[in-house]
């Protein structure tokens, strides 16, 4: 059973020279407490290189999921954990709009400290320009798997780990993550407008994730059905009844004489 999310809030911090590249991630997600204890106390399925769950402020490295989203780095952002994107180029989507396999795939063997292309460059987890290099391309293989960008995109190129989800999932890639892999969606907000959404990894994404609420469409339309079920049993019995009443006593015991 889904827990109840508490309020919780987390600020992103962009470090062009060590991690992040351009306008896309890593970002550094400091969690306030209220989201730590929440989501993943001891910051479970990172490694060394992309959190530090005993630092003064404990982080985690992570990635955007739009390329038309945005934040301001520095400031604290509402959030809550989900499987979908909430809103996307300023539009919300009351349905959410998934994460797919191959970027839960991808998030979750980086977060792990074990992500490599399927080409001749892996992840490079040292805090240098080389490691924003490769921030980018994996950004970019993240994009382009959300379909919000191509794979090569300026000095970006996404190919080598988006041929290795392939090869890591096959025809699944696309599919909905739905808390695949133990990756979540932190869907930012600030003052009720809507902010970025960032990738986390938690233990239990099922125990973290509020449930999502029937479509209203689809309520309306069930609560309909069996409505009008009731009303057609009632019809029936109703029929049946006025059918009866019409036939006289003799008429309903009266037997053909021979």
Sequence with gaps: MSAVQAQ????????????????????RAVPDANLLNFANPTLAGYAPATADSTAVNPYFQTFCVEKSEYFTPGNAYDVSLSYNIKYDAGLFLPNGEPITMGTAWLYSQFAAGNLIGSG??????????????????????????????SLVNGGADGTAFYNAAVSALGATINDPANGAYGVVV????????????????????????APVPEPAPVALLSASM?????LRLCSR??????????????????????
Excluded at 195 to 207: E, H, I
Excluded at 238 to 248: E, G, N, Q, V, Y
Aim: negative net charge; charged residues 15%; glycine residues 8%.
């Design 226 to 230: 069996v409505l009008w079920g009731v």
């Design 120 to 149: 001749p460059f892996p992840y490079d987890y040292a805090y240098s320009g080389s490691r924003t290099a490769t921030a980018g391309d994996l950004q970019e293989a993240i994009w382009y798997l959300q379909g919000e960008a």
């Design 8 to 27: 919780m809030q987390v600020t992103l911090y962009q470090d062009l020279s060590n991690f992040s590249y351009s306008d896309g991630g890593e970002f």
């Design 186 to 209: 932190l869907n930012l907000t600030y003052s009720g407008g809507n902010a970025q959404d960032q990738l986390m990894v938690v233990p239990n994404p099922s125990a973290v994730v």
């Design 237 to 258: 019995r109703a029929k049946m009844l006025a059918t009866t009443s019409a036939i006289s006593w003799p008429e309903k015991f009266s037997f053909q004489s021979r």
